[in-house]
């Protein structure tokens, strides 16, 4: 049996934040925490990032097997539940915009969850609403007595379905599946970062 290290066993959940694609959003996330603009609220069950490749295998008449095998794609997700079904929860989770003008598919501009807003459902445009997608959590013992782990990425899509429910014995919650997307401008985290730090303020990502 090989070492064990106790505190590298990560116990506790994310809290998700949303933003809009290609802007920086990092600064209202460090400065106001869950009462950040961006800030989703509660989830359910977790929040799971993960990797998929498709493999692909080179054979050989020689082997009954492959002689390699080579990655052809790569896939990226992120998935959890939206607890908190405000207006906003609901444009992320069925893709739509926010901000948008009265007329146009989506949550229009002025929305507050106390003042109430209005969600347009109307034909949206051919390419989906990308968005800025930050997961903090809690990082491994071993680097700081406080640790933080982080991931963020700038290109992210809603790519399941999702539906609305009332339900008397349950909350009305959204599931979102985000698709993420490379971004060119950052070689070598084309799809984000994963940082464990030991202080809570983050240098932008973007």
Do not use: H
């Amino acid at each position: 049996m090989g070492k064990v290290t106790y505190t590298n066993i990560v116990v506790g959940e994310g809290k998700l934040f949303v933003g809009p694609s290609g802007t920086t959003v990092d600064a209202d996330i460090t400065t106001n925490g869950d009462n950040s603009t961006y800030a989703v609220g509660s989830t359910q069950n977790g929040v799971s990032i993960s990797w998929e490749p498709s493999m692909v295998d080179i054979e050989v008449d020689q082997f009954g097997d492959a002689a390699r095998v080579i990655q052809s794609k790569q896939k990226v997700t992120l998935k959890t539940t939206l607890a908190e079904s405000t207006l906003t929860n609901l444009a992320i989770a069925w893709g739509s915009p926010s901000g948008v003008a009265s007329t146009a598919p989506g949550l229009q501009s002025g929305y507050s969850v106390s003042a109430g807003g209005t969600f347009n459902i109307g034909i949206q445009a051919t390419y989906p609403t990308e968005r800025y997608i930050r997961v903090e959590g809690t990082a491994p013992n071993t680097v700081a007595t406080a640790a933080y782990r982080t991931y963020r990425c700038n290109r992210a899509v809603q790519y399941s379905a999702s539906e609305f429910n009332l339900q008397r014995a349950d909350n009305v919650k959204f599931a979102v599946e985000f698709r993420i997307l490379p971004d060119a401008t950052k070689t070598g985290a084309e799809y984000g970062t994963i940082k464990d730090s030991t202080t809570a303020p983050y240098s932008p990502y973007l």
